[in-house]
């Protein structure tokens, strides 16, 4: 569940108004998802599911969310987690 500001789409619910919340939403991307860890920032977050697969979603405008270069641009928003293709492989603990 995820709730507040929704400015950069940090709350990871998909939407494409970025609305606020003042209630918690679910956040339906893991709901068939395990997440063993989870990191909540002010513009954006990231997600590591039991798998060892790293999601990050929100703000994106210096590269925080760890996606390729091209990616990467002054008013980048991600409003749904998306898999960091970087770490796919490694097994992130």
């Known amino acids: 569940f995820a709730w507040g500001n929704n400015q950069y789409g940090q709350l990871g619910l998909g939407l494409e108004e970025f609305e606020s919340f003042h209630t918690p939403k679910e956040v339906f991307y893991f709901k068939e998802k395990i997440v063993s860890w989870l990191a909540a920032g002010s513009n954006h977050s990231l997600a590591l599911n039991v798998e060892g697969y790293c999601y990050t979603w929100g703000?994106?405008?210096k590269g925080q969310l760890g996606y390729s270069e091209q990616q990467v641009k002054s008013?980048?928003?991600q409003p749904c987690p998306k898999i960091v293709e970087q770490t796919l492989g490694i097994g992130i603990a």
């Open 59 to 61: 703000k994106n405008d």
């Open 75 to 77: 008013d980048s928003k």
